[in-house]
């Protein structure tokens, strides 16, 4: 069948499966838009590309598929840069398809021209450009297969405008599924062994490629040799905090407890995890390379075994593939660290007790709150800021698929990505954490929520500064304060303003029938939190910060 470039492309995403695209229309790929008309594709418009491209990265995560994008050339490439990063550093599969000036005009400094290799070569796994209409499907086969195989990342591909109205008679490729990494039976037999000649191991989950079955028989795993298991850095969704084997999170101010236990262990068995530099503590977790008795590292990409850590067991496989191979292992009779999981639960329950800060609504009780109130199945999202410590460290996560959250520490991220959750997953509840200045950094895309009737929930957590920002500063230049205060709108009256839901909380006993007002009002809606500015974080405050830094100089 003779077909468009646009409508070949179309037709092949409909084959990989694909069920929602996020865009910003341009002129340089009208004829993609044209064939999107009549496909079987729910097409969300943003305000944004680089919402656009974030609610195509938190996609991507919560569903293990390349999650789509598309955007105009020059600036629409270039604003949605963002979200290619963040697919990058967390390992998300995602595509970004980007408008390109017709083929006869290039290296003329043509309107919007920009060389895509060259602006997203250092950020992606694959960048191309199709030149024949004729090779769409082979491309796009490889840009799922690239997307999602190995470690997972973004692709990009060019579209140049006149390629697109181009005829071709080609036929579609088949469905595309992610290559599974499978660990030798030798592998597997050599971890039993260290395990067994271990004295205080624990195991470190992080990274992508998981399914709710991995983490199950990881669970089971957990429980036949009683190991402490932690979460890396903003993947809490990976392990259930209410398991007795659950030892917490390594992210930021992590639970000195925990960093002792990671520091004492004799074996780390760290699976899916990068140890970046967030859950490795700016890499002072490990000796760099190390001898690499002390680390078993497994990870989906190969390149990334050996690359900063070494181990003596590297296992070049993907999570779900090697816990189910876990199953062949079987503990010896008697275990040395028998109880150290159950010491490690403990330890985490106290760490996220209840935590009283200055001012009159209390996080602590907030997060209560939700755990008490939300369904387990509730997808939460959030950008970059001190108020994610929140979430993190207080929310209830049992469920996968529970969680988006960058692991680059990208602002602006929380709106777009609820906007993606609840257009991905419709009959889920989503709620969003914003930070005030986190939120009016793609705060654009609540409209996105009013145009589609998303109800998600935003909590915009107002303390009046770019917080973690003030907080570095006052540690650093203690009492010196520059460029980190902010001067915000009334968040409610945005809300509504919009056609959404909007009240404000400055108590904690507000909190509650807020959230129920919000959650029956059945629109997209925005709860402005504000908290005392010194409440910077559950441990300390910023005067404290402040003079303790003093106190050191």
Request: proline share 7%; hydrophobic share 45%.
């Amino acid at each position: 069948m003779t077909r468009t470039g646009g409508q070949i492309l179309v037709d092949q995403l409909v084959k990989q499966g694909v069920d929602d695209i996020f865009c910003v229309p341009g002129e340089s790929y009208l004829a993609v838009l044209d064939a999107l008309h009549d496909a079987k594709i729910r097409v969300t418009v943003c305000r944004q590309e680089g919402g656009a491209a974030m609610m195509a990265e938190a996609a991507g995560k919560l569903t293990g598929r390349p999650g789509i994008c598309f955007v105009t050339r020059g600036p629409g490439a270039t604003n949605a840069s963002h979200g290619v990063h963040i697919a990058h550093q967390d390992s998300t599969p995602m595509i970004l398809f980007v408008g390109q000036i017709e083929r006869s005009a290039r290296e003329r400094g043509a309107f919007q021209e920009l060389d895509y290799r060259a602006v997203f070569g250092s950020m992606t796994k694959w960048t191309t450009e199709i030149d024949d209409a004729a090779r769409i499907p082979e491309i796009i086969s490889r840009a799922f297969h690239v997307a999602m195989s190995g470690r997972p990342g973004p692709v990009v591909i060019a579209l140049p405008e006149d390629m697109l109205v181009e005829m071709a008679e080609v036929k579609d490729a088949p469905f595309v599924t992610p290559v599974p990494a499978t660990p030798a039976r030798a592998q597997i037999e050599a971890l039993g062994a260290r395990l067994a000649a271990a004295k205080s191991p624990v195991v470190l989950l992080g990274g992508t490629r998981w399914d709710e079955k991995a983490i199950a028989d990881i669970a089971r795993f957990a429980e036949r040799y009683d190991l402490p298991v932690a979460v890396s850095f903003r993947r809490q969704m990976l392990f259930p905090v209410d398991h007795p084997n659950f030892a917490g999170d390594l992210g930021i101010g992590a639970n000195p407890a925990l960093l002792e236990r990671f520091k004492q262990s004799d074996l780390i068995l760290a699976i899916g995890a990068r140890l970046g530099e967030m859950p490795s503590q700016g890499y002072s977790l490990l000796d760099i390379p190390g001898d690499g008795e002390k680390l078993v590292h497994v990870h989906p990409g190969a390149e990334e075994l050996g690359r900063v850590y070494a181990t003596a067991l590297p296992i070049h496989a993907d999570p779900a593939s090697f816990a189910t191979a876990l199953g062949a292992l079987t503990p010896p009779n008697a275990l040395p660290w028998a109880g150290e999981a159950k010491k490690a639960h403990a330890a985490w329950r106290e760490w996220t007790g209840e935590k009283k800060t200055p001012g009159a609504l209390q996080m602590w009780q907030v997060m209560q709150h939700l755990n008490e109130t939300l369904s387990a199945d509730a997808i939460m999202t959030n950008g970059a800021g001190n108020y994610a410590t929140w979430l993190h460290r207080f929310r209830a996560f049992t469920r996968f698929q529970t969680q988006a959250a960058p692991t680059s520490g990208s602002m602006g991220y929380g709106v777009p990505a609820a906007v993606a959750a609840k257009r991905v997953f419709p009959d889920r509840e989503v709620i969003s954490f914003a930070g005030d200045g986190c939120f009016l950094m793609n705060g654009q895309e609540f409209a996105t929520a009013v145009q589609y009737d998303l109800p998600v929930i935003i909590l915009v957590i107002d303390n009046g500064m770019y917080g973690t920002i003030r907080m570095h500063q006052e540690r650093e230049y203690p009492g010196r304060v520059s460029a980190t205060l902010l001067k915000n709108p009334d968040f409610a009256a945005y809300a509504r303003a919009f056609g959404g839901h909007g009240e404000r909380v400055e108590k904690t006993e507000d909190f509650a029938p807020a959230l129920a007002r919000a959650r029956a009002s059945g629109k997209p809606a925005i709860l402005h939190c504000l908290i005392d500015p010194e409440a910077i974080t559950p441990a300390m405050t910023l005067s404290q910060i402040r003079d303790k830094a003093k106190a050191g100089k």
